[in-house]
């Protein structure tokens, strides 16, 4: 069979690989794509999108319960797991559609197949054997999620199965404090689940402001999720039609379900990354320069199969940085400072920025300002639920270095907040915006108090 040639190939149709397949084609570039599952990646197909549709149909639970307060009666609710992951698929059915189309209206061959790295610019599609020579390949496979290989771990799911339950669990044991494990847990427990979280450490979301992880977790107890801490899952086993579970301090449970969520790690075994030179980091993620470059000449790598900022729309701009880069005549690089993110727990979280502990680690001296409140929406509600606002401010200058919020519409601040970061907006600049009234965001723009030790109390 001879071989194909192509100016860009890429390995993994998810969002960076089909940003940079779309553009370096538009670009004039003769692009090929392979993916072994399905068009869309993780994001569209068993991440964010349809984390998200169950993120709804768990607010509107709540909901439920809230608006009695505001005079509203709503009895007989009934939910159905069948008929949302029904209406899920058919959403993610529909989003795959709209890439794959995106992808032939720009030029791009697919091939729907594994591909492998043979090295010298060489790719093998392991399904037709077919052999694929480009100038440039493109590496952008994703993550999985991590194995720890303890005893009776294959009877449990990870955040790649829970979207296809065939039923929905009366009682689910999720393992992990990442964002995917508190998202799950405040999804299920939405859903009417008794639901509890095993976390090794002593709090939730390593890596966040310690104030937005301590308040994060009392918010999913206060949402009834069982919080077990400082413990990890030891073996499972069956136990009739329910799962035996023992946690490494010896602790017994038994649940109908358990999810392990425990992170996820770069896409590459059987990629043939040794036999092309492609070097990986300690942690097997592919190393990469600023502009994506391997260790291997012609060899690129964008998204989380690199393990830099694991978001979707951080491989999108990586990707994109690349098609400008290698095809379009503009070279530069995306920068991967004060990106921000989001927790969609209930309620959610949005961060930008540096958290306080960094912030006094890499400048000494900074000031904090924070509230903690009940909004106006649960006066009537009848719930406890707070929310939380934080500002860090590095001292020598004022610039607003880290904004860290717990409230409703957090995700949705947070994307603006993340332009005053970006931008290096001092306090006084904040300070001086007008706010808008009544919401919960006016807080970020009439804190006024420093407060030396903030504790989110």
Known sequence: MSEVEFDL?????????????????????????????????????RGCVPKKLL?????????????????????????????LIEAKDAEIERLSGLYRTNLHKSGVKIFEERAELLGDGRVQLMNSGQVIRAKKILIATGGTPRKLGFAGEELSISSNEVFNLQSLPKQILI??????ACEFASIFAGLGVQTTLVYRKDFILRGFDMDLRKHIQTELIEQGVRVITNASVHQIAKQGDRLAVQLDTGQPLTVDQVMMALGRVGAVKGLGLSRAGVNRNDFGAIEVDDFGQTSAAGVFAVGDVTDRINLTPAAIREGAAFADSEFGNRRHSFDHKDVACAVFTQPPAGSVGLSEEDARNQFGKVDIYGEVFRPMRHTLS??????????????????????????????????????????????????ETCAVHPTAAEELVLMRQKVEDYTGK
């Open 55 to 83: 993120v709804y149909a768990a607010q509107y639970g709540t909901g439920f319960e809230e608006a009695k307060g505001y005079g509203w009666s709503a009895d007989n609710v009934r939910f159905c797991w069948e008929g």
């Open 175 to 180: 393992a992990g404090g990442g964002y995917i």
């Open 9 to 45: 190939f890429v390995i993994g149709a998810g969002s960076g690989g089909v940003r940079a397949a779309r553009m370096s084609a538009n670009f004039g570039a003769k692009v090929g794509i392979a993916e072994e599952f399905r068009i869309g990646g993780t994001c569209v197909i």
């Open 382 to 431: 009848g719930r406890s639920e707070s929310y939380l606002m934080k500002l860090v401010v590095r001292s020598s200058d004022q610039v607003v270095i880290g904004v860290h919020l717990v409230s409703d519409a957090a995700p949705e601040i947070i994307q603006i907040a993340a332009i005053a970061v970006k931008a290096g907006l001092t306090k006084q600049q904040w300070d």
